[in-house]
Nanobody
Framework: QVQLVESGGGLVQAGGSLRLSCVAS????????MGWYRQAPGKERELVAR???????NYADTVKGRFTISRDNAKNTVYLQMNSLKPEDTAVYYC??????????WGQGTQVTVSS
């Protein structure tokens, strides 16, 4: 069984920063791409940022230049550094990982609220 556990969400004022972390645990041979998605009330879940196991990254246009995704393969952990946060960044943020090539797992989500 594989588990993804997120941490680091919270309430922050506009312009502030937060760092999300997600640790993968359990039995698996490999973790391929890892990423962060978010879902705001009344909206569909959307990709925020993604990083491959070789370090390649891609970002949603709305967060480019403000958010940075990184991973520590030795710790099976992916991070999302969020700077210059805006009220429209408010959402539940979900960690996502591609495990053993063919399986996709999700974390339980962590709330990020940005006040104006």
């Amino acid at each position: 069984q594989v588990q993804l556990v997120e941490s680091g969400g919270g309430l922050v004022q506009a312009g502030g920063s937060l760092r999300l972390s997600c640790v993968a645990s359990g039995s698996f041979r490999s973790i391929n791409a890892m990423g962060w998605y978010r879902q705001a009330p009344g909206k569909e879940r959307e990709l925020v940022a993604r990083v491959t196991n070789r370090g390649g990254t891609n970002y949603a246009d709305t967060v480019k230049g403000r958010f940075t995704i990184s991973r520590d393969n030795a710790k099976n952990t992916v991070y999302l550094q969020m700077n210059s946060l805006k009220p429209e960044d408010t959402a539940v943020y979900y960690c996502n990982a591609n495990i053993n090539v063919i399986y996709t797992y999700w974390g339980q989500g962590t709330q990020v609220t940005v006040s104006s």
